[in-house]
């Protein structure tokens, strides 16, 4: 008996896609060729240039408010929308 696929999708990956394909659609202007890992050059987003051409006026991102980070955040955020393999077996 063949036993089953335990790892769970990458739903992250494939969000990530449609939503750079409609922004792509929509506002390709905010779209910037960069170099990735071992020097491949991928599409990201501009951020700040999203966030101006979603609003009508001019954003003010200098005012302060609480945050609650740690060094190694960004880091813990990647590694939890890792896909995970279940061990066969029970």
Do not use: C, H
């Amino acid at each position: 008996m063949e036993e089953p696929d335990m790892r769970s999708k990458n739903l992250v990956r494939q969000n990530k896609k449609n939503i750079m394909e409609s922004i792509m659609q929509y506002l390709p202007n905010v779209i910037k060729e960069t170099e990735g890992e071992g020097g491949k050059i991928i599409r990201a987003v501009d951020f700040q240039l999203l966030k101006q051409e979603l609003s009508d006026m001019i954003i003010d991102s200098g005012k302060e408010r609480y945050q609650f980070t740690w060094p190694g955040k960004k880091k813990a955020m990647a590694a939890a929308n890792v896909p995970i393999e279940k061990p066969s077996g029970r």
